[in-house]
Structures are given as C-alpha cells and as structure tokens.
T-cell receptor
Framework: GAVVSQHPSRVICKSGTSVKIECRSL??????MFWYRQFPKQSLMLMAT?????????EQGVEKDKFLINHASLTLSTLTVTSAHPEDSSFYIC????????????FGQGTRLTVV | LAKTTQPISMDSYEGQEVNITCSHN???????ITWYQQFPSQGPRFIIQ???TKVTNEVASLFIPADRKSSTLSLPRVSLSDTAVYYC?????????????FGAGTRLFVKA
C-alpha cells in the first residue's frame, strides 16, 4: 500500500516554543491530508483537513492560529504547533488520500510531542 | 457523516475467531466501510474495506448485510499480537476531501 511518513517521530520542546511536524506521501500525490490528535486511551480526534494549494479547514474548537497547517505541495503537509504549552502534549497523526476516489486513508506513524 | 457504534472492549484467547460488530444506521448510499487497527504509539493501519456483502483478504473478513446498517469484522485465529484497538469508519467514495472521523473503537485483548 501507499506510504505516509511523519517526521519527527517524537519531539520534546520547551513551553512557548514552536514545533513543526512534517507529513509526506512517499509514493503518491496527496491532494488531501488530515491531521489528528490523540490523547492516551482515547480515539483520534480530527483537527483539520488540509487541501493542497488552499487553506486548511479546521474542526470546531481547534485554534487555527495555534495549529498552523501548510500544504504547499502534493506530497507534503506541515503542522506547526505555535507557542506550545504542556497541554499540547499529545500524539499527532496525519493521514492522506490520493484523490483518485479511493476511500482508503493512509496514515503516518505519528509524532509524540512532549512540551516541558 | 455517519456515526459508528462499537463495543468498547472485547476479550479473546489465542486461536479463537473474533467478530467485532459496528453499527452505522445512518450510512449513506455512497459510503464505504473501512476497518483500521491501531497499536499503542503508532498510526492506524488499514485492515479491510467493503461496500456490501462479504469481503475477504489475507488478514480478515468483513460481513455487511443487505441494509448496510452494520458490519462485522472477523479475525480468524487471533494471536497475542492482535491485541490492539480496532476502528470502524464510514467514509464517502469519490474524489474530494471527505473527512475520516474516528469513533471510540474496540479494544481487543487476546490472552494466552
């Protein structure tokens, strides 16, 4: 199957700093990418939908100025957590569709963010 | 978006067949049903997808009745390594950025 790669797999940052997480589709073009956040023992919560060349669509309750999403190419989307706080510590996961009508979403391996 | 309902958890023993049923009463005509598996600190992994009747691949079978208001994931002869969370999702077919919304999932514990 198609491969989606996230980087870094884990990151520790200080409060108040910003962290960028990359999501790449390695062998297909991803017209749409999704960003999720997952707290321990909970399900994945959709944060935003990222469409190549246009602004991301954020889910209700997600601060777009805090979680900046950029989808500048068909193979790369980035999520930047700005002015991170300890409560932003979570597991962030991206997924991608290839835009051909395939309903299967391909998921990255996730990024463990710890804000200290 | 169709909401899905699954059992919160299930226990099984190695070698048994496990069936996890998901309800999706509001499924739309062009919705597909997809199941994912997730291990701790990993992204979800695709298991199987179907639209109607029965689908089988090398790891699982998916049974979908005619009214499509539910689906059952069948895992034959589970092993300890099948302990994971299993998610049932309903998503539209066709092009476009259709959202994939996760329900609570089912935590499967496989015991020796």
């Amino acid at each position: 199957g198609a491969v989606v790669s996230q980087h870094p797999s884990r990151v520790i940052c200080k409060s108040g700093t910003s962290v960028k997480i990359e999501c790449r589709s390695l062998d297909f073009q991803a017209t749409t990418m999704f960003w999720y956040r997952q707290f321990p023992k909970q399900s994945l919560m959709l944060m935003a939908t990222s469409n190549e060349g246009s602004k991301a669509t954020y889910e209700q309750g997600v601060e777009k100025d805090k979680f900046l999403i950029n989808h500048a190419s068909l193979t790369l989307s980035t999520l930047t957590v700005t002015s991170a706080h300890p409560e932003d510590s979570s597991f962030y996961i991206c997924s991608a569709r290839d835009g051909t009508g395939n309903t299967e979403a391909f998921f990255g391996q996730g990024t463990r963010l710890t804000v200290v | 978006l169709a909401k899905t309902t699954q059992p919160i958890s299930m226990d099984s023993y190695e070698g048994q067949e496990v069936n996890i049923t998901c309800s999706h009463n509001n499924i739309a005509t062009n919705d597909y049903i997809t199941w994912y598996q997730q291990f701790p600190s990993q992204g979800p992994r695709f298991i199987i997808q179907g639209y109607k009747t029965k689908v089988t691949n090398e790891v699982a079978s998916l049974f979908i009745p005619a009214d499509r208001k539910s689906s059952t994931l069948s895992l034959p002869r589970v092993s300890l390594s099948d302990t994971a969370v299993y998610y049932c999702l309903v998503a539209q077919g066709g092009t476009g950025g259709f959202k994939t919304i996760f329900g609570a999932g089912t935590r499967l514990f496989v015991k020796a």
